[in-house]
């Protein structure tokens, strides 16, 4: 293996045959250390004692989703392929970053070859178009130390993978002085060693390495134990008996001399079916296995295997408009609530040049332009199978090569009206009945296929608008709507129940952003704008003090607030009301249930503009409020309105141990990944944007926008409901028209809970009297329902969880998580159970609608499903966040210990006992519909214990 696209090759092959004979007659090992290797292999596998380590892989790509990488427990990764994002997202979800270098070559298209002296140069690798280094030199190994291993650490990398470590042997010096070779490189790994002491170090073979070395590395790794890569024929091949003899020889004496050090096996296979197999047979040989293709740019499996929940999502707008296309504002949020992640793509993009099959469940593309799909649809035929479907959307692609991805003999333009005939139970069932009678475009006639939905015109010819079939799916623009004015919309069958179908979805648990012990969650949060405004109120208190005292301080709920610097600062553009509008904002920020956000410096109107866009704004002109608040002589940049205006609320206004943890995104609410890095980098979280805000006279299901906007491996978190900005037609009025957003907190509560319910609004409802009565409306709603308030940032966290993490089965009922943040709620569907004597961290699950919604908790929690519910006491609900839950059973009684944190008095129910009793604790008891309730009348957070019948 070498950097770039070097990897995979089988090193010894570029030895001439006669030297590789001598090569390998001198270090051959007799047969007894074949059978000693095989006796410590087996010992290694039955042994009781697990390993730290369980999954190693080696990605050189960069086009895999960040969350199908969480798998590894360690990852190398080619420095140049890899972002900065992308290192610090994966460590903290505890998967270490190892950085990729070659300590014996340098290709020569690497940048830092400019670098290099020619005395440092010993000959060169034509097959593979590097230079050999002279590593016995000083100032070779300074230069790797400082200006390849130095500046990967600073990056944010945690460890180094040492391949090419046997280059030397291409050239004449390196075979007549192997040894000289040997302790230069050993001389390197104690260099980084000492420079880098928390690094892991892993090396390539190294097999001639001194003790020494071997004394300063983590885990060896080798390649070809049983399936490899020949380079120069360009072929995979199996390894000879010979050559495994002379590798367990070679094992045997690292195993014996560092029983304690991981072996990783590197095997190479061309089907992704195959290296399932290959993999667990590595496994089963005593190695931690990683198979891959030969360029490594495929994930290979891990134990336990991954469970595929990323989809790639294809649209024909432009990359910038992503967020403006139907494929994210309509489909987003039915992937995430199946449990799916949505990978966006624009048709102008670059189509995929590594291998799908191993990281997405499918294919999901929905077009809205007439822009040819030719080359897509020859791509997309080329992925597409029966475990690799591909699901179409809207207009119908004229290209002849899309027939094939729809699995169409051909289209046609029926003829006159259309009679219809319905395949599905919801179709024309759903939100809207309407069917069209007629047709305006072709419409596809499939062969072997589900028909949704079949239609016949005049001349008795067929069609089939909406469909699925054994590699996919098709739904035709003009029958998946019925259309409204203002681009609402009103699906016109149950979408859900088709990309289930047409993705062949079984049924895993599906991470959940809207549920916390199995009540809502609620969350409230204000952006800054009309802080220093005047109320129409006696006194004519600031805005902010009219929120302060008529909600914040009635409604004892977790809120973040914000503060807009140009507004509230003395040397911003309200000197004169610069120290009122600062008190108010301490005085706020002061309160126990108040976190502190930014909402920025100058509220840019149009974020793309700070990242160079100058097409993503209107001219200025044409804005209704300009480009951002006019502050004299300043220009918006990232810097100022996000680190600037932190710097300046921890400053003067947050108090010293409560500094801002949100950003809370202004105007278009559309960073650029310049911008979400910098909120990013500062360990804050970031929330806004969307335009979620179904209502009963627009559209409903497809008024509810997805939980973020991803770029990159960066996350924009959407408010999970607008505000009422919204509500009150731009703050035109009506002023009370915010009161509206409960018909959308029950539109999408209706729909199994697309959303937690989110109060989110503006200082300037302080200003009016209709406005604030609007408000408290609004928030008596909220706390008559069964909610579990949280911060916003709370919420941010969970929806980070969806997208930042990979879901593991370890059989097919069993299923772990790994990432950023363990779960604390998962959705099954209600033919299932969690089966909570064989689970670990799972406490109980509460039903909405047609989900069954799980409780977990602790740092790895186990969830194992089961067909039949667990007998005992569980937890229905509770209004907060379960810390810990044990449940044991002695003396014919149910004993549960559990511990809850939230921020209103403690209200929890039981299920599965008829009736418990707490010991040590005052809590009212009554039992209603089978559920044991339990109550504080001012214990906000605590440990229980229960005896329970």
């Keep these: 293996m070498t950097d770039e696209n070097k990897s995979g090759k089988d090193r010894r092959a570029t030895v001439p045959k006669e030297k590789r004979e001598l090569i390998l007659h001198t270090m051959y090992r007799s047969i007894l250390l074949l059978a000693s290797l095989l006796v410590s292999i087996h010992a290694l596998a039955t042994s009781s004692t697990p390993r730290p380590v369980q999954n190693i892989g080696f990605y050189y790509g960069h086009e895999a989703p960040i969350g199908s990488l969480y798998a590894y427990d360690w990852l190398v990764l080619q420095p140049s392929q890899t972002t900065n994002a992308r290192l610090d997202l994966l460590h903290k979800g505890n998967t270490r970053p190892i950085a990729y270098l070659s300590a014996g070559e340098m290709a020569h298209s690497d940048q830092a070859t400019q670098s290099l002296n020619q005395d440092w140069v010993l000959g060169e690798n034509t097959a593979w178009k590097s230079y050999v280094l002279d590593v016995r030199k000083e100032d070779v190994r300074n230069f790797m130390l400082e200006q390849l291993v130095a500046p990967a650490m600073a990056r944010g990398f945690k460890g180094v993978f040492l391949d090419t470590l046997d280059s030397h042997l291409l050239t004449v010096e390196g075979r007549e002085n192997p040894q000289a070779f040997a302790q230069a490189q050993a001389l390197l790994i104690a260099a980084i060693r000492e420079r880098f002491p928390d690094s892991r170090i892993i090396i390539n073979r190294g097999f001639h390495l001194p003790e020494s070395a071997h004394e300063n590395v983590d885990a060896l790794a080798f390649e070809s134990w049983r399936n490899g890569f020949e380079a120069g024929g360009r072929r995979y091949y199996e390894v000879s008996d010979q050559d495994r003899e002379w590798l367990a020889g070679q094992l045997a004496h690292w195993r014996e001399a560092h029983p304690e050090l991981p072996i990783i096996a590197i095997d190479y296979a061309h089907a992704t079916a195959n290296a399932l197999e290959l993999s667990e047979q590595l496994r089963r040989d005593g190695f931690i296995p990683y198979v891959s293709d030969h360029n490594l740019n ?162 008795g010819a067929h069609f089939s608008p909406v469909y699925t079939h054994e590699k996919g799916a098709v739904a035709t623009a003009g029958f998946i709507f019925e259309k409204g004015p203002d ?126 866009d100058t097409n993503a704004a209107p001219k200025l002109d044409e804005t209704l409020y300009g480009y951002s608040m006019d502050v004299p002589r300043y220009t918006p940049h990232v810097n100022r309105e996000i680190n600037d205006s932190i710097a300046y609320i921890n400053r003067r206004l947050a108090p010293k141990n409560k500094p801002a943890s949100v950003f809370l995104w202004t105007g278009d609410a559309r960073p650029g990944p310049e911008a979400l890095r910098a909120v990013r980098e500062l360990g804050l979280v970031n929330v806004n944007g969307g335009d979620t805000h179904p209502l009963p006279f627009d559209s409903e299901l497809a008024g509810v926008w997805p939980d973020v906007r991803p770029i990159g491996d960066e996350l924009q978190v959407y408010a999970p409901v607008m505000n009422e900005n919204v509500y009150t037609n731009l703050w035109t009025g009506p002023f009370f028209g915010y009161r509206n957003v409960i018909e959308s907190f029950k539109i999408l509560e209706a729909h199994d809970r697309l959303k937690p319910i989110g109060i989110y609004y503006h200082f300037y409802s302080g200003t009016k009297p209709e406005a604030l009565q609007a408000l408290k409306e609004i928030y008596d709603y909220a706390l008559s329902q069964p909610v579990t308030p949280l911060y916003l940032s709370d919420y941010a966290a969970r929806v980070q969880g969806q997208y930042y993490s990979v879901l593991l089965q370890p059989d097919g009922s069993s299923y772990r998580w790994r990432g950023i943040r363990p779960p604390s709620t998962v959705r099954i569907g209600q033919n299932q159970y969690p089966d909570l004597t064989q689970s670990r961290g799972v406490a109980g699950y509460h039903d909405v609608g047609e989900v069954r919604f799980v409780h977990l908790t602790g740092s790895d929690p186990l969830l194992v499903l089961a067909p ?51 010991n040590g604790a005052r809590l009212s008891k009554n039992t209603v519909k089978g559920l044991v309730h339990f109550r504080s009348s001012t214990q906000q957070a605590g440990r229980f214990e229960l005896e329970c019948d």
Aim: aromatic share 8%; net charge positive; glycine share 6%.
């Design 298 to 459: 495929r994930l290979g499996p891990t134990s336990p295997v991954v469970k595929k929940r990323h989809v790639l999502v294809y649209h024909d707008l432009p990359e910038s408009q992503t967020d403006r296309s139907v494929a994210h504002r309509r489909l987003g949020i039915l992937l995430e609530r199946l449990g799916l992640v949505p990978v966006y793509r624009s048709l102008e993009q670059p189509l995929p040049k590594e291998p799908v099959n191993d990281r997405y469940a499918g294919v999901v593309a929905w077009w809205e332009t007439g822009v040819r799909k030719t080359r897509f649809c020859r791509w997309a035929g080329k992925a597409q199978s029966a475990d690799f479907p591909v699901v179409l959307f809207g207009l119908r692609p004229t290209a002849s090569q899309c027939n094939k991805i729809m699995q169409s003999r051909r289209t046609a333009a029926p003829q006159g009206k259309l009679q219809i005939a319905t395949g599905h139970p919801s179709m024309g069932n759903f939100e809207s009945t309407r069917i069209p009678s007629v047709a305006l475009d072709p419409l596809p006639q499939p062969g072997a296929a589900k028909r949704w939905l079949s239609v016949t015109d005049a001349s």
């Design 487 to 612: 681009d609402q919309a009103y699906w016109l069958f149950d979408p859900f129940a088709f990309l289930k179908e047409a993705l062949k979805l079984s049924n895993f648990p599906a991470i959940d952003s809207t549920t916390e012990s199995g009540r809502r969650i609620l969350t409230a949060h204000i952006d800054g704008d009309g802080l220093v405004s005047r109320a129409e109120l006696p006194g004519r208190p600031l805005g902010s003090e009219a929120i302060q005292q008529k909600i914040l301080q009635v409604y004892d709920i977790p809120h973040t607030l914000s503060v807009i610097e140009a507004e509230t600062s003395p040397n911003g553009l309200y000197p004169d009301v610069s120290a009122e509008a600062e008190a108010s904002a301490r005085s706020m920020f002061r309160m126990d249930k108040v976190e502190v956000a930014s909402h920025s410096y100058s509220h840019p109107f149009f974020w793309a503009l700070l990242e160079g």
């Design 868 to 918: 039949e519910p667990s007998p005992g006491p569980m937890l229905d609900s509770a209004n907060a966040e379960l810390v810990t839950w044990q449940r044991s059973r002695k003396s014919g009684r149910w004993h549960v210990q559990l511990e809850l944190k939230g921020y209103q008095p403690l209200d929890f129910a039981l299920s599965g006992t008829p009736d418990c009793r707490v």
